[in-house]
């Protein structure tokens, strides 16, 4: 069992994967060649953005210290991760030192992302190697999933299944087993797709900002797209993988050579953000405002960067399913068409031929890129989205691959043997269906849709089967926002539940919980004066969030990503919430001119009053952290930051792996139905200061408009803000009900929605994604 871990080496990787480990709860021992530049990377660690650590305090779980006094300290360690420079020499000679002190049974590993496993342990003792293995963590480590687990052939299976179990369930990781290769699986596939792409700019034929625009979402991956991401990553590291890969790999050398551009990008320094400029420049004009310039890489010169103009990429991206997006773009007869025919194609058919030496399964190559590099489709899953002939017609010579005699109908064009053997089967596919998940536990709501065990659906929202007497309400609605479908299935999930399941779950696999309440609507109902249905709206919101709360059976959150406004009221009102570590909850309606009207204020008002030593102690210091949590739209960082904020509560618990979230939401209710659940008592006497609060929390919101750091609306929204945490206009401290606080809310609510700066503010919202401060 891993209990504790030691870290040797405090760089970019080293102090991360630290700070992971004190994340997850883990004493952990960093160290470098001295203390002092131990913490210098701690130091320079925690200056990333975002913070490697969920919550500032984490970092106190971290002693550091240096090799020559403190490596003996390793010995009450039980898992020591290398991660110090990728040099083999360096390597090994730091490993006969912890030969020397790891104690028996301790698992020695190494984060190389590209040195052979076997030969950094060569001259160790057996049981150093029995104990031995690669770990590949990807960078940042705390968001990138992927662990890329690398044995030898002396490497005990046991210790394969430990850290794999840890990793996954204490780490929140997902891991895939690879062969001890050149750059194993994800680095290995990733490069070379990346440098077909920068060929494509070095001929000048597209623009650095075409090719991320049709290389990002569009096609299924991050942002970032490919620039943009080698900026991030930096030109030096790449270049530092592909010159291992081109030595390593053989007769593929010359794949890996990046373009003569490149390395003049490299020899000026010009190797990304940490640099100041790679293929993007950030430069402030004489206004102060930051404009993005590209590189062209023929001129070598920086330009203002452009949006592209490429109409097949607006009419994709009305496609919502992944495939038939890509496979339309592919097809197409436009120049975005032409880029992936003579990018993705290539990479697909050099991912299938190489696959048989760098992996065990091609699900493993598919995990390797959806986990580690954020791909909704993994390469054989695009070569079955595609089909396997069109991705052969676009590269009519495979030269170098370990290939077999296509069939007639492709003449004399060679293939790759895994290709081959599909195509030879009379089968058009590498899988029948979809790629199964990766254990049983996971992706159970997908799983539970596969075999139809769908009870009931509408647009906004439906209600899974998950077996075992659990029954799960997914939001599916644009941004799971939600609206008048989606409060309609809240409520006919709490009345389903209870005649036949045992629990529910609320909860989904999309990237995001819920944004929040449908603002679209709320806006045009409001511009139409439509006072009554707002507030027949709010109530029949108010109503789904009581129900969840106070339903027959256990209720148990699931969010995961954005967890705003609504969604967090959902949150806040089941019974347990089993929360992904990365979570973002938070109750910030004041960001358009509003306050909490789902039951969220009144709900941290409760939470606030509840920890009062008695009835008459003063709840003013309690209630203003309140105020000041909503008034600020204080969002979490991470599920344990939203401890600190308040949306979570001792007895709610963490998921650190996403993909089992709803697994861990599903065994949560179960085990509420085992300790006896009782519905609980709605509180009748709920403690509030009346105008003494009212008029702290009032003085508090002027002092901030005196002082310039609130406009006259955000002023207007705190004071309604206070007058519901204080009890409406109550001379005095008194005791007041639930559903006195909800027609506080929907007044106060209501109230708002008849201010044209209101209005102004969701609207810009719903126009820009950010907000307005009118």
Not at 89 to 112: F, M, Q, W, Y
Not at 348 to 369: C, F, K, N, Q, S
Not at 451 to 462: E, I, L, P, T, W
Not at 631 to 647: I, N, P
Request: proline share 5%; glycine share 10%.
């Amino acid at each position: 069992m891993i209990r504790s871990i030691a870290v040797l080496g405090a760089g970019t990787m080293g102090a991360q994967i630290a700070a992971h480990c004190a994340n997850a709860g883990l004493p952990t021992l960093l160290l470098d060649l001295t203390r002092q530049t131990a913490d210098e990377g701690l130091t320079r660690a925690r200056a990333l953005k975002p913070d490697p650590l969920f919550t500032p305090d984490a970092v106190t779980r971290i002693t550091t210290g240096g090799f020559d006094e403190d490596i003996a300290r390793i010995g009450e360690c039980d898992w020591i991760v290398e991660a110090v420079v990728e040099r083999q020499d360096v390597k090994r000679s730091l490993l006969a030192r912890v030969e020397g002190h790891r104690r028996p049974g301790s698992i020695v590993s190494s984060n190389t992302s590209g040195l052979s496993i076997a030969d950094l342990a060569a001259g160790r003792t057996e049981a150093f190697r029995r104990h031995w293995l690669g770990t590949h963590f990807f960078n940042p480590p705390r968001y990138l999933t992927l662990v890329e687990l690398v044995p030898t052939p002396d490497t005990d299976p046991a210790v394969v299944r430990t850290v794999s179990s840890f990793a996954h369930l204490r780490l929140g990781k997902n891991v895939v087993v690879a062969k001890d290769t050149p750059s194993f699986i994800a680095n290995h596939v990733a490069l070379y797709g990346l440098i077909r792409t920068f060929e494509m700019v070095a001929e000048g034929r597209y623009r650095v900002e075409e090719i991320d625009a049709a290389t990002g979402p569009v096609l299924g991956r991050p942002r970032s797209a490919t620039f943009r991401t080698a900026d991030i990553v930096g030109l030096d590291v790449l270049a530092h993988v592909a010159r291992n890969l081109g030595e390593r790999v053989g007769r593929h050398a010359d794949a890996f050579r990046l373009p003569p551009f490149m390395e003049e990008m490299l020899r000026r320094g010009w190797i990304g953000e940490k640099a100041g400029r790679g293929f993007y420049e950030r430069r402030k004009g004489p206004d102060g405002r930051t404009a993005i310039y590209a590189l062209d890489p023929v001129s070598m010169d920086y330009r203002p960067s452009e949006t592209p103009r490429l109409a097949s990429l607006d009419a994709a991206r009305g496609i919502d399913d992944t495939a038939e997006r890509i496979r339309t773009l592919f097809r197409g007869g436009d120049r975005v068409g032409e880029l992936l025919r003579e990018t993705l194609a290539p990479l697909l058919v050099y991912t299938a031929g190489v696959t048989p030496e760098i992996a065990h399964t091609i699900d493993d190559v598919d995990r390797a890129m959806r986990w580690g590099f954020g791909w909704e489709l993994g390469p054989f899953e695009l070569w079955d989205a595609l089909g396997i002939r069109a991705v052969l017609a676009a590269t009519p010579v495979a030269a170098g691959l370990d290939a077999v005699p296509a069939p007639s109908d492709h003449g004399a064009v060679e293939i790759p043997a895994l290709a081959g053997e599909v195509l030879a089967s009379r089968r058009e596919r590498f899988r029948e269906g979809a790629l199964a998940p990766a254990a049983p536990e996971l992706e159970i709501l997908r799983s539970a849709r596969d075999r139809q065990r769908v009870v009931r659906a509408n647009a906004g929202a439906s209600l899974v089967d998950l077996g075992d007497g659990v029954l799960a309400v997914e939001f599916h609605s644009k941004m799971n926002a939600i609206g008048g479908d989606t409060i309609q299935m809240l409520n006919a999930g709490v009345a389903e539940a209870t005649r036949n399941f045992a629990a529910l779950v609320v909860g989904n696999d999309a990237v995001n919980f819920s944004a929040g309440a449908n603002l679209t609507w709320l806006l045009l109902e409001a511009q139409e004066g439509h006072w009554e249905d707002i507030d027949l709206m709010v109530r029949a919101f108010q109503a789904a969030t009581l129900g969840l709360r106070y339903a027959d059976v256990p209720v148990v959150a699931a969010p995961a990503g954005l967890a705003l406004g609504g969604g967090c009221e959902v949150v806040l009102h089941a019974d347990r919430v089993q929360a992904a570590a990365e979570t973002s909850l938070g109750l910030v309606e004041v960001g358009v001119g509003l306050v909490p009207a789902g039951g969220g204020t009144k709900e941290m008002l409760l939470r606030a009053v509840s920890g009062l030593p008695h009835a008459r102690a003063d709840p003013l210091p309690v209630v203003r952290r309140a105020f000041e949590t909503m008034g600020l739209a204080s969002v979490s960082t991470s599920a344990a930051d939203a401890r600190r904020l308040g949306y979570l509560r001792e007895v709610d618990t963490i998921s650190m792996n996403r993909s089992r979230l709803l697994y861990d939401a599903k065994m949560l209710g179960l085990e509420r139905v085992r300790e006896g659940y009782r519905t609980p008592v709605p509180p009748t006497a709920i403690p509030v200061g009346g105008d003494g609060v009212r008029a702290a929390l009032d003085l508090g919101v002027h002092l901030a408009w005196r002082g310039g750091r609130i406009s006259d609306h955000d002023a207007l929204v705190g004071r309604k803000l206070a007058w519901i945490l204080a009890g409406g206009s109550l001379p005095h401290a008194a005791l007041v009900s639930e559903a006195y606080l909800l027609d506080l809310e929907r007044e106060a609510f209501l109230s708002l929605c008849g201010e044209p700066k209101t209005l102004e503010r969701i609207q810009h919202t719903l126009k820009t994604g950010k907000p307005l401060r009118n």
